[in-house]
């Protein structure tokens, strides 16, 4: 998307304007692109046997609980 311009370095207040890409792949996996740590347990949820993605939504769930 023209005009949106997002930094990997989480300085646009955790990816808000951010355009998620969600694709299904022709064996019916599910693949993510620019997942804000918002949606990190949403993509875990739909996704339960991707170990590494659980695990990034583990770390962002404890992030979020540390700044609280």
Same mark, same amino acid.
């Given at each position: 998307?023209?005009g949106?311009?997002h930094r ?15 694709r299904?792949?022709p064996?019916? #996996?599910?693949?993510? &692109?620019d997942?804000?740590?918002?949606l990190? %347990?949403v @993509?875990?949820?739909?996704n339960?046997?991707?170990e590494?993605? #659980?695990?990034?939504? &583990?770390?962002?769930?404890s992030?979020?609980a %540390?700044? @609280?």
């Amino acid at each position: 998307m023209k005009g949106m311009d997002h930094r990997a370095d989480g300085s646009d207040e955790a990816g808000r304007g951010l355009v998620v890409t969600i694709r299904i792949g022709p064996d019916g #996996r599910l693949y993510f &692109a620019d997942i804000p740590p918002g949606l990190l %347990e949403v @993509a875990a949820a739909v996704n339960p046997g991707d170990e590494t993605l #659980r695990a990034r939504a &583990a770390l962002a769930s404890s992030y979020r609980a %540390e700044e @609280a």
